[in-house]
C-alpha cells in the first residue's frame, strides 16, 4: 500500500529564511506526487505537482520541489519565506490504478510557524 | 482549475441528528471526492463518486453512516447520519480536473463540522 511520511510535524523559520519541508514516499509504481498548503480555516491549495519529466518542479508561490527517486523524496523548498507562508503543509500521493484509482494519500502534514 | 464550493461552512449539531453537505462544482466533472479531516489530523478518504454509479467506500467507512449522492456533473452531498461527538471534523469534497490529464484533485474550502 502506498503511503507518504512527512517526518516533521511542525517547523519554524525566520521571515526571510531559506526553508525545506521533507516528504518520503512508498509507493509501487512511478508515483504522482502533490504538494498542498492548508492556511488557518481554508481548504487545501495545490502548491505543484510531479508527474514525469524534470524532477524540479516549480510551482506557485515561489515554492519549488524536487523529486528523488533513488530517496523516495519529494521535498519541497523556498528560498525566502513570508509571513503570509505560516500554514500547515501536506505531502499526497495519488493511486493511478485499481479500485483506489484516484485516492489520495496524504501525509501527517507539517505545521510552518513563521517568525518575523 | 475547477472553482468549488460547498455549503454549510460550518455547523453545530446536536448528537444523533444528521447533516447534510452539499459540494457544487463550477464546471463538468467525472470523479469526486469525500475526505474527513480530523482535528490536529491529517486528511482521510471517505468515498468517491462517480455520476451514474454508486459511491466506492474506503475501509472503516460504511453507506449506512456517510451516503452520498451524485445526481449529476457538478453536484454531490455528503450525509453524516447519526452524529456523535467523534463525528466532528472538517470534511472536504474535491475534484480531479480533467483538463490536467486527470488525477490532479482541487479542493473545496471544507465545512467544518462540531458535534455536542
Known amino acids: 500500500a502506498q503511503s507518504v511520511t512527512q517526518p516533521d510535524i511542525h517547523i519554524t523559520v525566520s521571515e526571510g529564511a531559506s526553508l525545506e519541508l521533507r516528504c518520503n514516499y512508498s509507493y509501487g509504481a512511478t508515483p504522482y506526487l502533490f504538494w498542498y498548503v492548508q492556511s488557518p480555516g481554508q481548504g487545501l491549495q495545490l502548491l505543484l505537482k510531479?508527474?514525469?519529466?524534470?524532477?524540479l518542479v516549480q510551482g506557485i508561490k515561489g515554492f519549488e520541489a524536487e523529486f528523488k527517486r533513488s530517496q523516495s523524496s519529494f521535498n519541497l523548498r523556498k528560498p525566502s519565506v513570508h509571513w503570509s507562508d505560516a500554514a500547515e503543509y501536506f505531502c499526497a500521493v495519488v493511486s493511478a490504478g485499481g479500485t483506489s484509482y484516484g485516492k489520495l494519500t496524504f501525509g501527517q502534514g507539517t505545521i510552518l510557524t513563521v517568525h518575523p | 482549475s475547477a472553482v468549488i464550493s460547498q455549503k454549510p461552512s460550518r455547523d453545530i449539531c446536536q448528537r444523533g441528528t444528521s447533516l447534510t453537505i452539499q459540494c457544487q462544482v463550477d464546471s463538468q466533472v467525472t470523479m469526486m471526492f469525500w475526505y474527513r479531516q480530523q482535528p490536529g489530523q491529517s486528511l482521510t478518504l471517505i468515498a468517491t463518486?462517480?455520476?451514474?454509479?454508486?459511491?466506492?467506500?474506503e475501509s472503516g467507512f460504511v453507506i449506512d453512516k456517510f451516503p452520498i449522492s451524485r445526481p449529476n456533473l457538478t453536484f454531490s452531498t455528503l450525509t453524516v447520519s447519526n452524529m456523535s461527538p467523534e463525528d466532528s471534523s472538517i470534511y472536504l469534497c474535491s475534484v480531479e480536473d480533467p483538463w490536467e490529464g486527470g488525477k490532479t484533485q482541487y479542493f473545496g474550502p471544507g465545512t467544518r463540522l462540531l458535534v455536542l
Open positions: 463518486a462517480n455520476q451514474g454509479s454508486e459511491a466506492t467506500y
Open positions: 510531479y508527474f514525469s519529466g524534470d524532477t
